[in-house]
């Protein structure tokens, strides 16, 4: 039997599209987890999810200037959760800064990779 010989080139690329997926994996992993708000209900992370709330915010916000009832806020489990704009914005602040965390952990795991 002869020797094989690996491809340094094609190792080095087999390698980073492992670990490429392995950071891929955590990440989906993460968005899956969901976001759990101080009252212990939780919020789905998905983009489709942020575009909802943030367009939910908009929405509430415009609703507070008519002096109009504010649109609940519904958790992964279909519950509504009636909040103040002040208590609203307090939940964007929080739901905002932890998927930014988990964007920015993303990114400096896939820079790490190259």
Known sequence: MGLVTIDPVKKAEIDRKKALAEVDAW???EIAKGFETE??????????DVTLL????????????????LPPVIDT???????SLEELTALM????????ELSTEYATRKAAVG
Do not use: M
Request: overall charge negative.
């Open 54 to 69: 943030t367009g939910q915010f908009v929405l509430a916000k415009e609703a507070h200037a008519a002096d109009l009832p």
């Open 93 to 100: 602040l929080a739901y905002g800064g932890h998927r930014a």
């Open 27 to 29: 990440f989906a992993g």
């Open 77 to 83: 489990a279909g519950v509504a959760h009636s909040l």
């Open 39 to 48: 009252d212990g209900w939780k919020l789905g992370l998905s983009e489709s």
